[in-house]
């Protein structure tokens, strides 16, 4: 029987394209498109590896990951972070008229923060995070890592 992976993003793109990278490599994909309908899959279809993104609605991938980690029956489940921050920071640091500041960088801090503050609640970080755009032998690769095959 083929491992469960649960992709949650609320890029439909993004979900298509790890979905069919993940069947190519022999798992099982399965999706969801916000941190409501994510959690509710994750305790109907019990997955294996969970490929979460940050920022997302009706409940962010922070949010999730939190619950995720304090309810006894989830709190070991491999969970992979994805996050289009970096990218979407340097493209507003791009467009910036100021060539000699990152505007953007109190926001970069703000995330570092978030993450390092996860273990100060008590929380072990994630297995692993990963920034957009996405290649996806790598994703592949750390799940297998991760899960086997």
């Known amino acids: 029987m083929a491992k469960k992976v649960l992709v949650i993003d609320d890029d439909e793109n993004q ?11 022999g798992y099982d994909a399965l999706k969801a498109y ?6 509710e899959m994750i305790r109907n279809e019990r997955p294996d590896l969970v490929l979460l993104d940050l920022m997302m609605p009706k ?25 289009g921050v970096a990218e979407v920071l340097e493209d507003l640091d791009s467009s910036s ?10 926001l970069r801090e703000a995330m570092r923060d978030k ?4 273990k100060g609640d008590g929380l072990l970080k994630p297995e692993m995070f990963i920034d957009k755009p996405i290649d996806p032998e790598l994703v592949v690769d750390k799940v297998r890592e991760l899960i086997g095959n």
Do not use: C, W
């Open 97 to 106: 008229d100021d060539t000699h500041a990152r505007p953007y960088d109190s």
């Open 59 to 83: 409940k962010t991938g922070f949010t999730l990951f939190h619950q995720l980690r304090k309810d006894d029956e989830y709190k070991d489940l491999p969970v992979i972070m994805l996050s």
């Open 34 to 39: 916000n941190g409501k309908d994510g959690l």
């Open 15 to 25: 979900v298509r394209f790890l979905t069919v990278a993940l069947e190519e490599s």
């Open 115 to 118: 993450i390092r503050n996860m």
